[in-house]
């Protein structure tokens, strides 16, 4: 048996380590977000909000096209998967047993794993090559296929955390399956069920690779979903490996708009979380 | 119950969109492969040994990039499994819980900072330091290479591999640890002797999925790697990864050979990730059968 005080200063010395480990990456951690805020707040002005993008050197360039182009793709990859998204959650959490309802989970998981450089590719083969041309669309659908299996795994454990009794009570009052699913389990599971949607749209609203050949970008004003459109990613990374001091001040402002939106909706789904862990308590 | 039953309709409705899902998977690895039948009737087994990419004179072997990922993937995990390992146990033994909650939420936010930003942030940060390094080794300064990609890549998947550990560890009985307690071990060796042993197939499926984002992570990597399409000679060199090729190259294919070669490296890329992702899968269920 070793001594007390070895052992005792292995212990001390353990904690001092892992702590000061445990805190290192917080430097580098902690030093992006104050770059973008201490480099990209003061590209801020009005301009740059609702200007198209200028050529280098041109004054008042904006990023309003890019902002667009981010709410539109956004909101079409929501509106592509969110419908799929429940309705296949609440098929595995309410009628999947055997076989089937596992080969759809692991689906989701693969769907999970994919690359999103890899969805970038399928979008372009299913859309941008049969029409001939770059698209919001074939944008949209790539960012769908990253949000997918977010929602149908969230929507399966909300649901399956409802309690039995819940549709035990609506099914004595006589009401069908399937208004009890609509009516009582997805009202009281929607705030998780949108905990969901908004943690997959924060995934995809920074989301770069998938665009690079299907938006593709472009310097106008775009609000057709079938031509391309400029997203606030592909702003930062066109400007950033530019060799423009302007442009490379505006990836820094564009990347603060960015990060805003993201941690915002990230925010907003932990509030909602924690007010759902609330309830259930 | 027939076809017109509303329940019924419903409930085909649900299982229609979850087979739809199921025919969307398929469909994408069908896609891929289509996608890049042109190339593998070219070039066949060739195409994964060979280590020369020159789209001008159509030769295409994906040796490189195959290198490329593997090396800064990896690199990657070595790099910041000592602080993962650190950060986990730290969150899931020592911190007290509102601490640990508290700091499991900044980490869990740090994560969702997109890459394309994590590769702005390295440009202009992480280069200028490799890049004094490399003076003071005395190597080639690039700047850009091998080494910046591990370390951004490093930096971006510590958040992820971190909140696993700690959930990991988190599941180790209560009891256990107070057995070893009770017979007077230190915390130190609680940690060492009982949790590790206890969580480490599920530390290992962890590290697992944090590779599996390593090897197709794009933008950060693409920014800073130096997107050459050689054999990389040295630790310090230039390199392009699987993913970064396609970013740079895709748009630019003007022959349909080349296309094609890029959508076989996506179709590797998938395969890779999909056989990682498949292995941690496994050791988690094994877990949970215990």
């Known amino acids: 048996m070793r001594s007390i005080l070895w052992r005792k200063f292995k212990d001390r010395s353990a904690l001092v380590v892992i702590t000061v480990l445990a805190f290192l990456p917080a430097l580098p951690l902690f030093h992006i977000l104050y770059g973008i805020f201490r480099l990209g707040l003061p590209a801020f002005s009005w301009n740059f909000f609702t200007h198209l993008p200028t050529p280098p050197g041109e004054p008042d360039g904006g990023v309003g096209n890019a902002i667009v182009g981010t709410l539109m793709l956004s909101m079409l990859a929501s509106v592509l998967a969110i419908p799929v998204g429940i309705l296949s959650g609440v098929y595995l959490s309410e009628y999947a047993r055997g076989r089937f309802g596992e080969v759809v989970r692991v689906a989701a998981d693969v769907l999970q794993g994919v690359p999103s450089i890899v969805l970038g590719i399928v979008g372009y083969l299913w859309l941008v090559r049969p029409m001939g041309h770059f698209s919001a669309l074939s944008g949209a659908v790539a960012l769908s296929l990253m949000m997918l299996p977010v929602i149908v795994r969230s929507t399966e454990e909300i649901l399956r955390m409802l309690p039995y009794t819940l549709r035990e009570a609506s099914l004595s009052l006589g009401v069908n399956y399937w208004r009890t699913v609509i009516k009582v389990l997805i009202p009281t599971g929607l705030v998780g069920i949108t905990t969901g949607i908004l943690v997959a749209l924060s995934r995809i609203m920074g989301e770069t690779a998938p665009l690079l050949f299907t938006a593709f970008g472009n310097p106008f004003w775009n609000f057709n979903p079938l031509q391309p459109v400029d997203a606030l990613p592909l702003t930062v990374f066109k400007y950033a490996i530019s060799p423009y001091q302007d442009w490379i001040r505006q990836a820094w402002g564009a990347s603060a708009v960015l990060t805003l939106m993201v941690l915002g909706l990230n925010l907003i789904s932990r509030i909602l979380a924690r007010r759902l862990s609330g309830d259930g308590k | ?290």
């Open chain 2, 1 to 290: 119950m027939g076809w017109g039953d509303p329940d019924r309709i419903f409930y085909r409705l649900c299982w229609g969109f979850s087979l739809g899902m199921v025919f969307l998977v398929l469909g994408i690895g069908i896609t891929l492969f289509w996608g890049s039948l042109p190339s593998l009737k070219a070039f066949g087994w060739h195409f994964l040994v060979g280590r020369i990419w020159d789209p001008v004179n159509e030769k295409f072997g994906a040796l490189p990039f195959l290198v490329g990922t593997l090396i800064t993937s990896f690199g990657a995990l070595i790099l910041t499994l000592p602080f993962a390992l650190s950060s986990g146990i730290f969150l899931a033994e020592y911190a007290p819980p509102r601490v640990a909650d508290a700091l499991s939420t900044v980490i869990d936010l740090l994560a969702g900072i997109p890459s394309v930003i994590y590769g702005l942030w390295a440009l202009f940060y992480l280069v200028p330091l490799v890049r004094w390094v490399e003076m003071k080794l005395g190597v080639i300064p690039f700047g850009l290479g091998l080494p910046t990609a591990s370390l951004v890549l490093a930096v971006m998947i510590l958040p992820y591999a971190a909140s696993i550990i700690r959930e990991v560890l988190r599941m180790v009985p209560h009891e256990l640890k107070e057995a070893a307690y009770g017979l007077g071990a230190t915390r130190w060796e609680v940690i060492r002797g009982v949790s590790i042993p206890y969580g480490l197939s599920g530390i290992v499926a962890g590290l697992l999925l944090s590779l599996g984002r390593a090897l197709g992570e794009t933008m950060a990597v693409t920014m800073v790697i130096g997107n050459r399409s050689e054999m990389p000679r040295s630790p310090w060199d230039l390199a392009n990864t699987m993913a970064s090729v396609i970013a740079n190259e895709f748009t630019e294919a003007s022959r349909d050979i080349h296309l094609s070669a890029l959508i076989e490296i996506g179709l590797l890329l998938f395969l890779i990730t999909l056989a990682v992702n498949i292995l941690a899968r496994i050791i988690i269920l094994r877990l949970q059968v215990r």
